[in-house]
């Protein structure tokens, strides 16, 4: 075969002279795979007597791409022209073959699978009970966790804090159809619709919004009325102290129910309203009035902006 080429005859020639490399303990697995199975397959009765009826082309490497990772292995799933190799794996799982002790460090072919650990019922547990009454008490580790909970609240009536806006949420992602459809009906001015709007699309020109873009402009986020808080969002329609007293005041004269004005909140970004189209019905006169108080803080804050004149809360109940 290599007689058209001479130099690489001349080559192989030079190749078998060497003398035969020595496996060597530094030799790292990336060098092992390519060890010829004669070379790193010994039998179990001694250490060094090799395999020596297996082909020098078959390698390290070669088996152990087919090595199966369960103990029920048999030749018969290789394939035709692979039934040494399914011969060698038969052998190492039966015993009759190993590797050889540099292999054997490097690999865990041979090292038995441990049992896995059965789970055992601590002994505290089968004598804990949980007395929740007279005529109830269970077990603590065969409580299920909605059993567990529901006990706890009923221990715990409080309600919960409710959250500081602004939500995790967008307005805009939350509402469904029905609830736009509710908006877009209600007999607001347009001016006070178009700043409903860019607030529950979150687009209100606030100071903080507009330090972050325009901080040469606006230098300080803080509130130019009360000066004390930081204006986002909810500061600058609900939360700020003198709007409060507006939103309070408002309530009471056009005869709505006077809540928190975090309700309120939730009312305006349509978090309270019920998503079906029959009970949002109950909602829009409430939704109407809620619109002409925010018409009248949304004129008396941009009178103090552009007149720089102090907020008046007589000036906003005329």
Not at 115 to 121: E, L, Q, S
Not at 196 to 208: E, G, H, K, M, V
């Amino acid at each position: 075969m290599l007689k058209p080429i001479p130099h690489l005859r001349h080559l192989s020639m030079l190749l078998k002279r060497l003398p035969p490399v020595q496996i060597s303990n530094s030799w790292t697995p990336f060098t092992t795979q390519h060890i010829p199975l004669r070379l790193a397959l010994c039998t179990s009765d001694t250490e060094n007597s090799s395999v020596q009826d297996l082909p020098w082309h078959s390698t390290v490497g070669v088996i152990l791409q087919h090595l199966p990772r369960t103990d029920t292995f048999y030749p018969r799933h290789i394939r035709k022209n692979q039934r040494l190799l399914g011969k060698v794996i038969e052998a190492l799982r039966v015993g009759k073959v190993r590797w050889i002790p540099l292999l054997q460090q490097q690999t865990n072919m041979l090292v038995p699978r441990a049992k896995p650990i059965t789970a055992t019922v601590p002994q505290w547990s089968t004598s804990w009970k949980w007395h929740i009454s007279k005529d109830m008490a269970p077990l603590v580790f065969r409580c299920s966790p909605s059993l567990i909970r529901h006990q706890w609240q009923r221990a715990k009536p409080s309600p919960r804090p409710l959250p500081i806006p602004p939500f995790a949420y967008l307005p805009v992602d939350r509402m469904n159809r029905s609830q736009w459809h509710t908006f877009w009906s209600l007999k607001v001015p347009h001016n006070i619709r178009s700043v409903w709007w860019r607030l529950l699309l979150a687009r209100l020109p606030t100071r903080s919004h507009l330090h972050k873009i325009l901080p040469e402009q606006c230098p300080l986020p803080l509130c130019p009325i009360c000066l004390a808080e930081e204006e986002d969002a909810v500061h600058m329609m609900i939360s700020c102290p003198k709007k409060k007293e507006v939103w309070k005041a408002g309530q009471a004269m056009l005869g709505t129910k006077i809540l928190d004005p975090y309700l309120v909140w939730q009312a305006l970004t349509f978090q309270s309203v019920p998503r079906s189209k029959k009970k949002q019905q109950e909602w829009i006169p409430t939704l109407i009035r809620y619109g002409r108080i925010l018409q009248v803080i949304w004129s008396c804050h941009w009178n103090v902006v552009f007149e720089e004149i102090s907020w008046s809360h007589a000036t906003a109940m005329q």
